[in-house]
Nanobody, 113 residues
Framework: QVQLVESGGGLVQPGGSLRLSCAAS????????MAWYRQAPGKERELVAT???????NYAGSVKGRFTISRDNAKNTVYLQMNSLKFEDTAVYYC???????WGQGTQVTVSS
């Protein structure tokens, strides 16, 4: 049984930082690309960042230069470091294994003054 468990969300002021974590179980983590998505109220879910098994990363244009995805294959965990947060980053953030239909329950990130 595949489980993806996100943590680290919360309330932060504009310009602040948060680090999200996603612990995976039930999959061979090291062989899979991992991804972070987000869904803001009233909007469709969007891809934020991906990290291949070899550590190659890609980002949505809206977060490039501010967010960093990383992975620790020994801990079966993928991270999303979010810096210089903006109001428009407010969303539920989800961890996923692209193309396999596995999703976490999501963690809320709220950027507010």
């Amino acid at each position: 049984q595949v489980q993806l468990v996100e943590s680290g969300g919360g309330l932060v002021q504009p310009g602040g930082s948060l680090r999200l974590s996603c612990a995976a179980s039930g999959i061979i983590f090291s062989t899979n690309t991992m991804a972070w998505y987000r869904q803001a109220p009233g909007k469709e879910r969007e891809l934020v960042a991906t990290a291949t098994r070899g550590g190659i990363t890609n980002y949505a244009g809206s977060v490039k230069g501010r967010f960093t995805i990383s992975r620790d294959n020994a801990k079966n965990t993928v991270y999303l470091q979010m810096n210089s947060l903006k109001f428009e980053d407010t969303a539920v953030y989800y961890c996923s294994v692209p193309g396999m239909g596995y999703w976490g329950q999501g963690t809320q990130v709220t950027v507010s003054s």
